[in-house]
């Protein structure tokens, strides 16, 4: 197998056929979603199967004294109880091999909704009922919920033996003393973000099929085959080759797919009454089975010039992981290299901790950690232009990096980065007309008739993201690809294989795509995405387009090039080649042959895998280095009308710039924009998983509100193609940098609402909730 760590632009290209790169080709999922007759995991099925259920802790941390399923094994219909003894292997699994998360809890539970026991039973209410018939006897114990309390004494409060902090990384730059020397002007604040869902529609289901050899076919619904089977074996105490991974039909995820959930426990179910297991969890259990994105506390220095010249920042930044580590390693990582955002700051003095609590475990969420310090630099310019009483935007200007800069970690941008321009087009666009009135449906409250007009101010708000793309910190992050050329009907067609996740965001479409593009041909196979290939890694960090299409581009190039050499060798040597149209033509233009008859019966099969630049770890003491693969910029401006005497809102628009590298996609690429700017939306005024003492108060989606086609405002897009040099095609990835800008323009543009009423605009937190409105109107 061949590696390669950057784009190989061959001598010899192909010109694409149609639905290429650059194009927009239906998604050959897109009807039958449409239409609801899309195969999901819920909808798996096979004759025989057994229902399994998870039994799960009422309480937030509670040792548990004993454990009693005579009464559930009795229940008619059931075929096995399991705890903790019944785990087959190592009874602990983790992301990045952190292995603190416990299969089914023993000892004690730390969190609300832990997994404790299992049921396999042949209907699913039967195996539910089941699980109530368990009997535990529990010793309840006070609960650590306060990150900011675990900061200051992390040896006494710790939800787990190995400390309370999870990870602490500084950052440091220069000498803040210096640069407080420099500063006419301080400003300080403190900001919390709550806890978001991904809110994903389709819950944890997945279908284990046990073989008479003893292996397992699993059918599941993740976002990295290869990353949950490294969990899955040691657990379930099974080789490589005893288990088969097949990737089933997946119904969104935005992080919450990364970490295990039903897996091993369906695994489990398989092993013990070797028949096939369902599980499927509902929406309400579907809160306790995923991670969610970390709350956080966070409070801010900024030295300032007259002019508006940011000369320092102090930074502090906890961030909850509830009880098991996750992604939260890493969520640290990102929010500490990001803590101030695309400015240029000499001198910085930034400390982020991510900490153990008995709160809801939390993980990847698009964004993952840049999100929360998205909000608090993005208000901190805000801020700064309020005291100085400077156009927000120029504040910006002023402090914005460019292609060269430097970021806080010393890490230089090699790409154009023209973020002041940027910002400049963003400003220039068309503004909304003023509000009718005469329509209540166009106010805040809408058909709710709450208001008239009277007490609706409109504000205008700007947010500016900047976010990684693929993997950090020295991770060996590549995705593999395997191609197959050959004659099908007379006509060539290429099979592309992976172990991708398609979860909403359109990959198998641009993997066509590419291989038309690369091999000038229109037949193009997904083949399913299954262990059978080598990983491709997850499918988060906005990297599937970057790597696994790098990887389906030098694999179709190496196929390419063989394809090339049998084509000379039957034709003679006639220099520069091009495939087009399923042709191979000279560069005059002049068709040789066919690829079908040059290729005949012989088959062309080529694995890849593909490798980005090499990163480097932060260093643990300075925070400094280079750390990301690759950095993409969004920014948001914001229109909203809030009602001040409700504290009501309606976002009227919420436009954006922002600059892909190369537009693989325009349609798809749109959808991304959108859809992770309505989901920073959610964040800024309604999405908020409600946490007392460490219970979740607001399991469903009657109580965690997500936004609506109601609630989704017009955008108008400029989309930028400024090529990175070191990315397949130069394209940026483009899922999450909209998710981080749009949550601060649009508490921006509510500040701005509350100011034109005479209030002080002083909106700290994310969500905002209507109180925090009508005290600060």
């Not at 039973?121 to 900011?148: F, N, S, Y």
């Not at 690369?518 to 083949?527: F, Q, S």
């Amino acid at each position: 197998m061949t590696t390669f760590r950057t784009t190989n632009f061959p001598h010899e290209v192909a010109v694409p056929g149609k639905g290429g790169v650059g194009e927009s080709p239906l998604r050959p999922d897109g009807n039958l979603k449409v239409k609801g007759e899309f195969a999901y995991t819920s909808d798996l099925w096979i004759d025989g199967m057994l229902w399994g259920a998870t039994l799960r802790s009422p309480h937030v941390r509670a040792k548990i004294l004993s454990i009693d399923t005579t009464k559930a094994l009795a229940l008619p219909g059931v075929h096995a109880v399991l705890t903790h003894e019944d785990v087959p292997g190592r009874k602990v699994y983790g992301l990045d091999h952190t292995w603190d998360q416990p299969v089914l809890a023993f000892g004690e539970v730390r969190h609300h909704g832990e997994p404790i026991a299992l049921v396999a039973a042949d209907h699913p209410e039967i195996a539910r009922r089941a699980t109530q018939l368990i009997e535990i006897e529990w010793e309840l114990l006070e609960p650590i919920v306060d990150p900011m309390a675990v900061i200051e004494n992390p040896d006494e409060l710790k939800v787990q033996e190995r400390g309370g902090i999870t990870r602490y990384q500084p950052v440091r730059l220069g000498d803040i003393n210096v640069g407080r020397e420099l500063a006419s002007v301080v400003v300080s604040e403190e900001y919390e973000v709550g806890i978001q869902d991904q809110a994903f529609l389709g819950p944890e289901s997945g279908l284990v099929i046990p073989a008479e050899d003893g292996s397992l076919e699993f059918y599941v619904a993740t976002q990295w085959l290869h990353w949950d089977l490294s969990q899955i074996l040691p657990c379930l105490g099974l080789r490589e080759d005893q288990v088969r991974m097949t990737m089933a039909g997946i119904g969104g995820a935005f992080g919450g797919r990364e970490d295990i959930s039903m897996q091993i426990h369906a695994g489990m179910l398989a092993m013990r009454t070797r028949k096939p297991i369902k599980m499927m969890y509902n929406r309400e259990e579907s809160f306790f089975g995923h991670v969610h994105r970390h709350p956080a506390k966070m409070r801010y220095e900024y030295g300032v010039t007259a002019t508006g010249k940011i000369t320092y920042a102090k930074v502090l930044i906890v961030l909850d992981g509830g009880a098991y580590t996750s992604a939260t390693q890493n969520v640290v990582g990102n929010a500490a290299s990001l803590a101030v955002g695309p400015y240029e700051i000499p001198h910085l003095e930034i400390d982020t901790y991510g900490v153990y609590t008995n709160n809801p475990p939390c993980g990847a969420m698009r964004g993952f950690g840049a999100v929360q310090a998205c909000f608090a630099h993005e208000s901190m310019m805000d801020k700064v232009a309020e005291t100085l009483e400077l156009d927000p935007v120029l504040v910006r200007q002023i402090n914005a990096v460019s292609e060269g800069s430097k970021l806080a970690t010393g890490q230089v941008l090699h790409a154009p980065t023209p973020l002041a321009d940027m910002l400049d087009t963003l400003k220039d666009m068309e503004l909304p007309a003023a509000v009718d009135s005469s329509d209540i449906r166009n106010l805040p409250g809408g058909a709710s008739q709450t208001t008239h007009g009277e007490g609706v101010y409109r504000g205008i708000g700007y947010g500016v993201g900047i976010k990684n793309i693929c993997f950090s910190e020295g991770f060996d992050d590549y995705s593999t690809a395997r191609v197959r050329l050959e004659v099908i009907g007379g006509e060539p067609v290429a099979l592309v294989h992976t172990a991708a996740a398609e979860v909403g965001q359109g990959l198998i479409t641009i993997e066509a795509q590419i291989a038309r593009t690369e091999l000038g041909i229109e037949r193009v196979v997904i083949h399913p995405a299954d262990n059978a290939v080598g990983s491709s890694g997850s499918s988060s960090a906005s990297r599937q387009s970057y790597m696994t299409g790098g990887a389906v581009m030098t694999a179709c190039q190496a196929v390419r090039d063989e394809l090339l050499v049998l084509a000379r060798n039957q034709l003679g040597s006639h220099g520069f080649l091009q495939l087009v149209g399923g042709k191979i033509v000279t560069d005059s233009g002049e068709v040789l042959a066919a690829i079908a008859d040059v290729l005949g019966d012989q088959v062309i099969e080529q694995t890849r895998e593909y490798h980005h630049q090499p990163t480097t770890r932060m260093d643990p003491v300075t925070g400094q280095g280079d750390s990301h693969t690759q950095l993409a910029v969004c920014v948001h401006r914001a229109v909203v009308d809030v009602d001040t005497e409700l504290g009501l809102v309606k976002v009227v628009a919420l436009d954006a710039v922002q600059d892909v590298g190369k537009i693989m996609n325009r349609l798809a690429l749109e959808g991304q924009i959108h859809g992770g700017s309505i989901q920073g939306l959610g964040l800024a005024v309604m999405e908020e998983i409600q946490v007392t003492n460490g219970k979740v108060r607001n399991p469903s989606f009657t109580d965690y509100l997500i936004p609506t086609i109601l609630d989704t405002p017009p955008q108008q897009l400029e989309i930028l193609e400024l090529p990175d040099p070191r990315a397949p095609y130069g394209l940026r990835g483009a899922g999450e940098p909209p998710t981080l800008s749009s949550t601060p323009a649009i508490a921006a543009a509510i500040r701005d609402a509350c100011r034109k009423r005479g209030g002080t605009g002083n909106i700290t937190r994310v969500p905002v909730r209507p109180e925090d409105i009508i005290r600060n109107s």
